[in-house]
């Protein structure tokens, strides 16, 4: 009976301490997307180097690709650069560059001051395409399979854990 | 000294509430703005979190409340604008998200918690009901630990 008695508020306790301590480890920013799974929506968008030339979702069909949403104003963006670079002289997945909410002029002199890992980059200009891909902090990145669908999201920079460890052995499933 | 810049923060500020009042784009009428107003205060936006579409100053909510006002302008119903933002952003835009399977916990959660504490409180008061003031709600120890607390006061303070 006593025992009972003061282990009602210590279980009570232990729980909390179980939630508030995998709060911990949690980012409040990470909103899970609700496109996953879901077919990528389409876009017809100029090219950054090409201002003549579009390309559309229809284009990448039949490839695993990643569409890496990124801008010249973009702090956290200069962070995941190097590993970009990484990933396109690798030459395991075509990187498409989303150039978001970004004057063409400054996104031209951020590549080519940085390097440009982007088989090619499309210019979303007044952040349409950004909203219908759920974008809400650059650098998103997604991960999109050969039928076009999107199968993974990464927000905000990438890292060598993620792309490691999620991103290309999903690619390498996928791209069977 | 004070009055100076009592005067300049004046200024700021009615430039602050020029540019803002400036802000919403013009074609509309009083009761889409309304309507407008009350849609956007159900909605969040997902770079300041904790504020409305309504109340934030980020860019993205600048033209989520663009889109809004277009999706409203081109005929659609305010379901079908909060369906258009959960498509893209998912439930988190909703300041009320459904109840679904994934939303349970925090649906369902205070209810569950507020009826432990009723459990917990009916179960408290119905042992005081039964055992308070006789002697049968103390077992023998504890009746013992009592007389001899009280003892052990009364040797104390002689």
Request: net charge neutral; glycine share 6%; hydrophobic share 50%.
């Amino acid at each position: 009976m006593k025992a009972w008695r003061w282990s009602i508020p210590l279980a009570i306790f232990a729980i909390l301490v179980v939630f508030l301590w995998l709060g911990l480890w949690r980012d409040p920013r990470i909103v899970p997307s609700p496109l996953i799974g879901k077919p990528a929506p389409a876009f017809r968008l100029a090219q950054l180097h090409r201002p003549n030339e579009t390309l559309q979702l229809d284009d990448l069909k039949g490839q695993v690709w990643l569409l890496n949403v990124w801008a010249s104003w973009c702090v956290s963006c200069r962070e995941e650069h190097p590993l970009l670079l990484q990933l396109a002289q690798a030459k395991v997945l075509p990187l498409y560059g989303l150039d978001y909410k970004d004057q063409p002029a400054a996104a031209l002199a951020w590549l080519a001051q940085n390097g440009d890992p982007y088989t090619a980059s499309i210019v979303d200009a007044d952040g349409r395409v950004g909203i219908d891909y759920g974008v809400y902090g650059v650098p998103e990145t997604f991960l999109i399979d050969k039928a076009g669908v999107i199968r993974y999201k990464q927000i905000g920079p990438i890292t060598l854990e993620a792309l490691k460890d999620r991103i290309l052995p999903l690619a390498r499933e996928l791209q069977k | 000294m004070i009055a100076a810049r009592r005067a300049l923060l004046g200024v700021l500020f009615a430039a602050a509430a020029s540019a803002w009042a400036a802000a919403p784009t013009a074609p509309s009428g009083d009761a889409l703005d309304a309507r407008l107003k009350r849609l956007e205060t159900e909605l969040r936006c997902l770079v300041c979190q904790n504020q409305t579409l309504a109340d934030s100053n980020a860019d993205l909510a600048g033209d989520l409340r663009k889109e809004v006002r277009e999706l409203a302008l081109a005929g659609k119903s305010d379901d079908e604008i909060r369906a258009y933002l959960v498509a893209r952003y998912g439930d988190f835009v909703l300041y009320d998200p459904p109840l679904k399977a994934i939303t349970s916990l925090l649906w369902l959660g205070p209810f569950a918690l507020l009826a432990g504490g009723a459990v917990l409180w009916w179960a408290v008061l119905r042992r005081r009901a039964r055992g308070e003031g006789t002697a049968t709600g103390q077992t023998d120890a504890e009746a013992a630990a009592h007389a001899r607390a009280l003892l052990e006061r009364e040797e104390g303070s002689s």
